[in-house]
């Protein structure tokens, strides 16, 4: 490539739409343009990193036994309406309909096409199990797409879905691709971490996710500072102290005149929001649920969803109150609560005399103790868990941070099969359910997650094995004879050697070239100039690291093919 023809426009100021790094740069270093809110256009540069991050993950899905298709993008809405998912994706499915007025949408994920086809032409248990994935571009309505790539309404995926006779051959497969992710990324040079996570509206039991550890990121991963222990925090947990030997007291009413709030209440009475319980009141698709939770706490609205078995709920606001004139809003405690379901977090069994709502006004109750002054019927695990809580699986403590999320991993079980009737013929002749997996990978959100995690002040850092180009030969005067013909020279060598040069022969100022060099990234920087011809020495330029070197001319091709593969091995 010279840059003197290559389509890269680059940009002085980042523009006011971009809010993040990977946002800004790529649009700065001429990489995408915007075409609509979520919609970006891929130019050169932009493109030769897709294709490299594609390259990476075709090696290793083939590496794993799986088998590359391309299923369409168009997909017809009874495939949907079969496995039930036509209405629960909401607006956020892309919809549209032909000109016979038949509904279609355009491809969120593919496990209802990808179902039906395998349905179809694999029905003996002597064609599984069976992995088959693509690279193709998705579409998702997102209420504000935001972010550039991280956030779009339009994205390329990834997609592998696997088929399979029994739960032993599923999580073979599942295993082996959460190894071949593992490799993925770390070829990416991506730092990462594997967590537990829940699995939405794609379904199944288990699920893994694979998240960049970035600032810029949407999701918040807790881990263990001792052992491995990892997961999204709309899963995460800890472990629960043991009860305190606390000699349990008697209930008594105080007075709390206008304190509703844990704050205002546990200042009133000069105790820690630890000892307080809140109940939390709930309008949910069946009525009303009372939530127990420890006053410092959170509920996790992922958590309680699954409890209750569906999204379509919410705190009561409002006018709502109105309509339960039993219900005292600041005040709502446990004791005597009658009429509503109860779901307490499990960590309200760990505390001994509590404070609750008295349920009348300007009142709460002390000294509450579970199975003494009330009973709970459901326990689950509905709190947030955060940073300085015990690791649910050692003695070590919990850490947080921000990630990004570039791909997941299901076992589905037969969600898939059993809504569409997918069966096989397994070895006596009965008809079974294929056993499902998916696997997901954000090959555009790739791409803007490690810029997220590697850039500074000039620009992009790119990791050699997906950077556009490995080598940018600066030239400084490529109108100068010398300077151009050595130039030429070494990139038409490092060519033959293997390595993947840009030139830039551009008739443009030093400090352009230069500022250019460290916005788009390129690993490995080789700058000819005046003083390389006066001194006989090229000079080479790690671009993450700042390390400078010099080679003499005529070991220049073999010096800089020698960084690049030292770039390479890490």
């Known amino acids: 490539m010279r840059l003197s023809t290559l389509f890269a426009p680059t940009l002085k100021e980042s523009p006011a739409e971009a809010e993040v790094v990977s946002h800004k740069l790529l649009l700065r270093a001429g990489m995408i343009r915007k075409v609509a809110a979520g919609i970006y256009t891929f130019l050169p ?47 956020e499915m892309m919809r549209l309909k032909d000109r016979h007025d038949r509904d279609f ?73 959460y190894t071949a992710y593992s490799r993925i990324f770390k070829r990416c040079g991506l730092e990462f971490r594997a967590v537990d996570a829940a699995t939405g509206l794609i379904g199944g039991n288990v699920s893994q996710e694979f998240m960049v550890l970035a600032e810029a990121g949407e999701d918040t991963v807790v881990y263990c500072d001792t052992c491995d222990y990892a997961a999204n925090l709309e899963v995460a947990t800890s472990r629960l102290a043991e009860p305190p030997e606390e ?14 709030s844990i704050e205002e209440v546990s200042s009133f009475l000069n105790i820690m929001p630890e000892k307080l319980v809140k109940t939390l009141i709930y309008k949910y698709d069946d009525g009303l649920v009372a939530v127990l939770i420890r006053g410092d706490r959170d509920v996790n609205g992922d958590k309680l969803a699954t409890v209750l078995g569906t ?9 709502e109150w109105g309509e339960h004139p039993d219900l005292i809003q600041g005040y709502v405690g446990p004791v005597g609560l009658n009429g509503v379901r109860i779901i307490a977090d499990t960590e309200v069994a760990t505390i001994r005399n509590f404070v609750v709502g008295a349920n009348k006004g300007d009142a709460h109750l002390v000294n509450v103790n579970v199975d003494v002054d009330f009973t709970v019927e459901e326990w689950a695990d509905i709190r947030v868990a955060k940073e300085g809580d ?93 300077q151009r013909e050595l130039a030429d020279a070494i990139y038409r060598g490092l060519i033959e050697r293997g390595v993947e040069p840009v030139l830039d022969d551009r008739i443009e100022s030093a400090g352009k070239k230069f500022a250019d060099a460290d916005l788009i990234g390129i690993p490995l ?46």
């Open 45 to 91: 540069l932009g493109n030769r990193t897709l294709k490299k991050i594609e390259r990476i993950i075709r090696e290793e899905m083939n590496g794993v036994g799986a088998q590359e298709i391309l299923m369409s993008a168009l997909q017809p809405s009874d495939l949907w309406m079969r496995s039930g998912r036509w209405e629960q994706y909401g607006p």
């Open 247 to 260: 000699e349990l007291k008697s209930a008594g009413e105080v007075e709390t005149p206008g304190r509703k």
């Open 390 to 482: 015990p690791c649910p699986e050692c003695e070590g403590t919990l850490k947080s941070a921000k990630g990004i999320e570039v791909g997941q991993i299901f076992q589905l079980g037969t969600k898939y099969s059993d809504a569409m009737g997918a069966a096989f013929i397994d070895e006596n002749g009965e008809q079974k359910p294929y056993i499902m997996g998916c696997y997901g990978i954000g090959v555009s959100r790739l791409m803007a997650a490690a810029i997220e995690q590697h850039n500074d002040e000039q620009g992009i850092l790119w990791p050699i094995a997906i950077a556009p180009s490995e080598v940018e030969v600066v030239v400084l005067n490529y109108d100068r004879d010398e």
């Open 105 to 177: 949408a355009l491809g969120p994920t593919h496990e209802e096409l990808v179902t039906d086809l395998v349905m179809k032409e694999a029905r003996s248990y002597r064609q599984l199990p069976l992995s088959l994935y693509q690279i193709q571009v998705k579409f998702r309505d997102e209420i504000r797409p935001r972010f550039g790539l991280l956030r779009g309404r339009e994205f390329i995926m990834k997609d592998a879905y696997s088929f399979h006779p029994t739960m032993d051959s599923l999580e073979a497969t599942y295993n082996d691709m």
């Open 311 to 319: 999204t379509n709920f919410h705190l009561l606001a409002g006018d």
């Open 525 to 570: 920087q080789v700058v000819i100039g005046a003083r390389t011809i006066k001194s006989g020495n090229v000079e080479l330029k790690v671009r993450a690291t700042g390390e400078r070197r010099e080679a003499p001319l005529d070991k220049a091709i073999e010096a800089i093919a020698d960084v690049v593969q030292e770039l390479r091995e890490g």
